[in-house]
């Protein structure tokens, strides 16, 4: 469903955008594992480069038409989720793989405003020359 969806909505999206000849701008949301490949999560973290695909051809195909495309790519967000499955392997295997969750900034989890905020920005004129970027909201994880 993440890539799925973002396909379909984009798909639904495209042809407005396209019948108002005034551009526009689509984010679609990705992670830090469609930057990166986080242990555990291939199926996840395969949609999630998958998204980074899409958007990147979209860009090269709308841009002509002032339509950027661009993706944002978060830590962790709080929004009531759990993924308690993981959580027996970070145990098992913490020692060893837990650097690569680990964050340069002294912050643990992103609030959904603070992604709410990058999406505004990229969507907004101060924005208006960048298309087909993944732009990281990762708390400084992708540094390692």
Known sequence: ???????????AAVPHLLATGDGGSIVFTS????????????????????IVGLA????????????????????????????????????EYGSTLGPIYMNSLPYQILQADDVASVVAWVCSDEAKYITGAQVPIDLGNLIR
């Open 1 to 11: 469903m993440n890539l799925t969806g973002v396909f379909h909505t984009a798909k």
């Open 31 to 50: 992670s830090v594992s469609g930057i990166k490949g986080t242990p555990f999560t291939g199926h996840y973290a395969a949609t999630k480069h998958g």
């Open 56 to 91: 990147k051809t979209m860009a090269n195909e709308l841009g002509e038409q002032r339509i950027r495309v661009n993706t944002v790519h978060p830590a962790g967000v709080e929004t009531g989720m759990t993924v308690t499955d993981l959580h027996p392997l970070i145990a």
